[in-house]
């Protein structure tokens, strides 16, 4: 076996017959992300740029899924317990890494077709023909760049030309001219092995088998740019895929799929079919046969004239291969099943598999042997393209693990800052919406867990204790109502760095009146005057008499004694402000009170500094004098946060806790909060269960969902009959709702995790895996039996990190 290639320079492949080649490294769109008409147009982009090549040349596209792993990096996981949790769960996670090559050759003029008869790996010797003239050579640059430029047009894929040093390679990194004669995987280092073509193609221990889509007979009737895929479709919404999806990703073994088109002289084809009919005519009497080929090609010629087609040779064909040679009997049975689900015959190539297998050396393309190709249109021959990658891991620094869909390997995707660097979103607002047991609480615990670690404050107002875990481990404070415990909060304290301004001194009023009026009543200007002058009193007090607490107990005591005093002597009247009335109706939250607790706490005091805080109401949403204050507290924390944490992420996750917000006349906060936070490097979550929620919500409606570029919906199943509501409201597209109508609907039984569909400015949909390690699950489960276990360990061994590694560690070596 002689090597084809003479020479690499200037960036292409000269053979020794005088053939030019070009690569290209391609990026192609993630799978599971393109709907009907997207496939369509990507579809007729390929037809376009393609069509730009010039007589006797060659397209190749070469696919290559070889296994690998994914490779844990425990130096960027710090000292998170769950990060490094996480790394470790994930580490050599098996997954299908995919690159794509395309070849453009032209042929010089005069050079000799190939066939199986007679080919490169067969001769003995090669004598190099004449070089192609400098203005073919310019020529074919010329319709390369062309076609570069179409295809990156299109919006679909980029392309990489590939250089010197990435078709030969160099000492250390293979090229994909090495890579193809050993059979290297991606990132694999360079090794030199035998190869073997005797009785079977093996390169070194790898056992490789050859499959072709060649004969007319045994492709399908029909083609098309995409399929449906039956797994997530449904009654309602059928689920596209590319057509020859199940010979590429969805192929789940090492292989190469090479797709070919060979454009001739249209003329000459056209011409040599002409004479084709004529001697299938001159034979129809003697063969039924015969008058059926007559036909067949009759209307292939009618359909290349009227509607201008341009007549290809094309050939498909899927290289597999493995090191255990059992394992090759499985491998026949994926690709004759994936064929099949494309309507085609899997025909095992065995006398002319080592000259199709040279021929797809990168280069040696034009060696193919042609009566290994059929006869179509350029239209059809695209479409048996593969069309799609993997899932891409987010370039940004900020981000969140989620799973690729079809491996459940991490994937790094940020849903804040890269949409508004795209110019996809405008705010990094965020609406859930997932019914009970859709994987919500993990979804919601995982982000915050990941916003935290990389720097954010987060403030989360929630109703059903999701939150406690992940609070405690992370350190911070938890603000919760019991008997025993009840909750505290302290407004008057100035922690480290927060100074008493306007801000901070209008929050408190706001505090005091209303405690003090009614939601009828109405408060008149003296009284704000007089209040805003007591706490200004107040505060100067404190600051000659630091052994004072502030709180509410001390100002309290300062207006019964040093601000009555100054009343008197301003001749206030009670009419302007009566403090008898304003000490009388506070007097329950004052030392021996009913709520003497509420106003006067001495722990969890410096909110604005904390970057982690919970809010639970699940046990005072319904309570009259409580509930309200408290959320008053809640806004002024982040929005005090808001302002004045400059260059500081901010995030506000409001659970179920919205809805009673809402009730308590806080409706307006919450539309100021989702228009605002975008301009203070924050952004606000809202969460909720129930589609009536949405529906029966002007506040969700309006304020929200409009100020919520990014939306995240969990399994719909049980509200698919009514889910065009859903979609109208939420303004998804026929798409978006096929994503989300798939979503859980074949799920590796292997592994146990929830999917989660994530939109963002209407312009980027996908879907991911919510899959989190088994520390990761114990932070983050409300099921009451594992929380309440959890707890115990957590007591036994002195803190939650300790006691969820020692109960994780006996889950997984109980048997089962």
Not at 82 to 92: D, H, I, K, M, Q
Not at 272 to 291: C, D, F, T, V, W
Not at 392 to 415: A, E, K, N
Not at 682 to 710: F, H, L, R
Request: charged share 25%; proline share 3%; net charge negative.
């Amino acid at each position: 076996m002689i090597l084809p290639i003479y020479k690499i320079e200037h960036g292409c492949i000269l053979s020794r017959q005088g053939d030019v080649t070009v690569g290209f490294k391609v990026q192609l769109p993630e799978i599971f992300t393109l709907s009907d008409r997207e496939y369509e147009t990507y579809h007729q982009g390929w037809v376009k740029a393609i069509k730009l090549m010039p007589a006797n040349s060659m397209f190749h596209k070469q696919d290559w899924f070889t296994k690998g792993s994914f490779k844990a990096d425990f130096e960027s996981a710090g000292d998170s317990f769950l990060s490094r949790s996480s790394e470790r769960f994930f580490n050599e996670r098996e997954c299908l890494d995919h690159s794509c090559y395309i070849f453009l050759t032209r042929k010089p003029v005069g050079r000799k077709l190939s066939s199986s008869s007679l080919s490169n790996v067969l001769r003995k010797s090669i004598a190099p023909s004449i070089a192609t003239s400098k203005i073919l050579l310019d020529e074919f640059l010329d319709s390369v760049g062309q076609f570069k430029r179409v295809m990156e047009d299109s919006g679909f894929v980029s392309l990489e030309r590939l250089g010197d040093d990435e078709l030969a390679g160099t000492a250390n990194v293979p090229g994909v001219l090495e890579r193809y004669c050993f059979l290297l995987g991606q990132g694999e280092a360079s090794v030199i092995r035998d190869i073997h073509l005797k009785d079977e193609i093996r390169v070194g221990d790898k056992h490789c088998q050859l499959f072709t889509l060649s004969d007319v007979e045994d492709l399908p009737s029909m083609v098309g740019s995409r399929i449906n895929n039956d797994k997530y479709s449904t009654d309602r919404t059928k689920f596209s895929v590319g057509f020859a999806s199940p010979l590429g990703q969805l192929l789940n073994c090492n292989h190469i799929y090479n797709q070919y088109v060979f454009l001739d002289d249209a003329g000459a084809t056209l011409k040599r079919l002409e004479a084709k009919k004529l001697r299938l005519q001159s034979l129809s009497g003697y063969s039924r046969e015969n008058a059926i080929s007559r036909d067949a090609v009759n209307d292939f010629l009618n359909e290349a004239i009227a509607a201008g087609r341009l007549p290809v040779k094309s050939h498909f064909n899927v290289l597999c291969w493995s090191e255990d040679l059992a394992e090759m009997k499985e491998v026949r049975s994926l690709v004759s099943s994936s064929m099949a689900q494309m309507d085609s015959v899997a025909k095992q190539e065995t006398d002319g598999q080592s000259q199709v297998w040279f021929a797809g050396l990168p280069g040696n393309q034009a060696d193919f042997p042609m009566n290994d190709t059929f006869d179509t249109f350029l239209e059809q021959a695209t479409c048996f393209f593969n069309l799609e990658s993997n899932y891409r891991s987010s370039i940004s620094p900020f981000g969140v693990r989620l799973g690729d869909r079809l491996s459940g390997r991490p994937v790094h995707v940020d849903i804040s800052d890269e949409p508004i660097a795209l110019g996809v979103a405008t705010n990094r607002n965020k609406f859930i919406l997932g019914p009970s047991g859709s994987g919500k609480s993990f979804l919601t615990n995982h982000l915050m867990r990941s916003y935290a670690e990389q720097g954010a404050h987060v403030v989360i107002v929630d109703v059903g204790h999701s939150y406690s875990g992940l609070c405690e481990l992370m350190g911070g404070y938890y603000f919760t109502y019991s008997e025993e415990n009840p909750i505290a909060f302290n407004p008057f304290y100035l922690g480290e760095g927060d100074v008493m301004d306007t801000e901070k001194k209008e929050s408190i009023k706001t505090l005091l009146l209303a405690l003090w009026k009614k939601d009828d009543e109405t408060f008149r200007r003296s009284e704000y005057v007089a209040l805003s002058g007591a706490l200004t009193l107040y505060f100067e007090f404190l600051a000659n008499r630091p052994d004072i607490f502030p709180c509410f107990n001390s100002f309290y005591e300062y207006l019964q004694s040093g601000y009555g005093a100054e009343l008197e002597r301003s001749k206030v009247k009670a009419a302007d402000f009566d403090i008898q009335n304003f000490i009388y109706v506070l007097s329950p939250f004052y030392r021996g009170g009913e709520f003497d607790y509420l106003l006067n706490a001495r722990e969890n005091l410096d909110l604005l500094s904390q970057p982690f805080i919970v809010f639970e109401l699940d046990n005072i949403k319904d309570h009259p004098i409580l509930f309200p204050v408290v959320t008053l507290i809640i806004m002024e924390v982040f929005i005090s946060k808001m302002r004045k944490l400059k260059g500081v992420r901010k995030v506000f996750l409001c659970e179920e806790a919205w809805k009673a917000i809402a009730k308590e006349g806080m409706a307006e906060q919450l539309k100021y909060l989702f228009k605002t936070v975008r301009k203070h490097f924050g952004e606000a979550i809202v969460v909720t269960q129930e589609v009536e929620d949405i529906i029966s919500s002007p506040i969700v409606k309006q304020a929200i969902i409009n100020n919520s570029d990014c939306k995240i919906l969990l399994d719909q199943s049980k509200y698919q009959n009514k889910f065009d509501q859903i979609q109208e409201l939420l303004g998804l597209t026929d798409k978006e709702k096929a994503q989300v109508l798939s979503l859980n609907k074949a799920n590796d039984p292997k592994r146990k995790y929830k999917e989660v569909f994530i939109s963002i400015g209407g312009q980027m949909s996908k879907v991911y895996r919510t899959e989190v390690s088994m520390e990761e699950y114990l932070c983050y489960t409300t099921e009451e039996r594992e929380k309440v276990r959890v707890m115990e360990y957590a007591r036994k061994y002195g803190s939650m990190q300790k006691g969820i590694a020692v109960l994780a560690q006996e889950i997984r070596e109980k048997p089962g």
